[in-house]
């Protein structure tokens, strides 16, 4: 990345060299956005903002581990100019084990990752969107953080396996993003979680079942939310159907 932030509209989107953090940078720089492509490996880092630069997009790699400090200091401390902020990486943690299995180490490293890294990024990056005359933060959450899913006798969540980490911590990120929504209304800077739906990559291949939805498709709720004009809704929770009950 260069040392000078671009005067346009600037996007971070952390966790993007593959899946839907990808083609949320692709859709972005389709806005006409220069995108930060997060990365915590630079050579894939910058082999995916290779190929949306070769569609034609302004995106630049920068090199960022949300569970690291020292990378998330020196791309704030890099940047001069942030509008948008979708904090998009995360992990799933152990798939399968009930809560009564489940290690603490487990439930502490999917925390570190998906609410923690969220914490930090954003507080790191608040100076820049402060100064932004249209901020807009965008948590990539999921359908498994409702609770009224997993409590709805009618909804198909609530027969699924119970978990102690990953849909826990989509829950626990909804709370985070609503308290920000709440923080930061003063300072005209929209906050809100997005439920992209279960997509074929990286974090579902273990699944045992097939899911033909794309990334491509999971990306456009969060494209949506980080364009959002000044009327736009803050501290609420979105899928491509509307509000996701919490």
Same mark, same amino acid.
């Given at each position: 990345?260069?040392?000078?932030?671009?005067?346009?509209?600037?996007?971070?989107?952390t966790?993007?060299?593959?899946?839907?953090?990808y083609?949320?940078?692709?859709?972005?720089?389709?806005?006409?956005?220069?995108?930060?492509?997060?990365?915590?490996?630079? %050579?894939?880092?910058?082999?995916?903002?290779?190929?949306?630069?070769? +569609?034609?997009?302004d995106?630049?790699?920068?090199?960022?581990?949300?569970?690291d400090?020292?990378?998330?200091?020196?791309?704030?401390?890099?940047?001069?100019?942030?509008?948008?902020?979708?904090?998009?990486?995360?992990?799933?943690?152990?798939?399968?084990?009930?809560?009564?299995?489940?290690?603490?180490? *487990?439930?502490?490293?999917?925390?570190?990752?998906?609410?923690?890294?969220?914490?930090?990024?954003?507080?790191?990056?608040?100076?820049?969107?402060?100064?932004?005359?249209?901020?807009?933060?965008?948590?990539?959450?999921?359908?498994?953080?409702?609770?009224?899913?997993?409590?709805?006798p009618?909804?198909?969540?609530?027969?699924?396996?119970?978990?102690?980490?990953?849909?826990?911590s989509k829950?626990?990120?909804? &709370?985070l993003?609503?308290?920000? &929504?709440?923080?930061?209304?003063?300072?005209?800077?929209?906050?809100?979680?997005?439920?992209?739906?279960?997509?074929?990559?990286?974090?579902?291949?273990?699944?045992?079942?097939?899911?033909?939805?794309? +990334?491509? *498709?999971?990306?456009?709720?969060?494209?949506?939310?980080?364009?959002?004009?000044?009327?736009?809704?803050?501290?609420?929770?979105?899928?491509? %159907?509307?509000?996701?009950?919490?």
């Amino acid at each position: 990345m260069t040392d000078k932030t671009p005067d346009k509209t600037t996007a971070l989107v952390t966790g993007a060299n593959k899946g839907i953090g990808y083609e949320v940078a692709a859709g972005l720089a389709r806005e006409g956005m220069t995108v930060l492509l997060g990365s915590r490996d630079r %050579e894939r880092g910058e082999d995916a903002a290779a190929r949306l630069r070769a +569609a034609g997009g302004d995106v630049r790699t920068i090199v960022l581990d949300v569970t690291d400090p020292a990378t998330i200091e020196a791309a704030a401390a890099a940047l001069t100019r942030l509008d948008v902020l979708v904090n998009n990486a995360g992990i799933s943690g152990p798939v399968g084990r009930p809560p009564g299995a489940t290690p603490p180490q *487990d439930l502490r490293d999917v925390f570190e990752t998906n609410i923690i890294g969220v914490l930090m990024v954003t507080n790191a990056m608040l100076p820049l969107l402060r100064r932004s005359s249209a901020a807009r933060i965008v948590n990539v959450s999921s359908g498994v953080g409702s609770l009224a899913h997993h409590t709805d006798p009618d909804h198909y969540m609530s027969g699924l396996p119970p978990m102690a980490t990953y849909p826990v911590s989509k829950t626990a990120l909804n &709370a985070l993003t609503v308290q920000y &929504a709440k923080e930061l209304r003063k300072d005209g800077i929209l906050v809100n979680a997005a439920a992209p739906g279960a997509c074929a990559t990286d974090l579902t291949k273990d699944l045992p079942y097939k899911i033909t939805r794309t +990334a491509a *498709d999971g990306a456009a709720i969060i494209v949506r939310l980080a364009t959002l004009g000044p009327d736009g809704p803050t501290g609420g929770f979105y899928d491509d %159907e509307g509000t996701v009950p919490w």
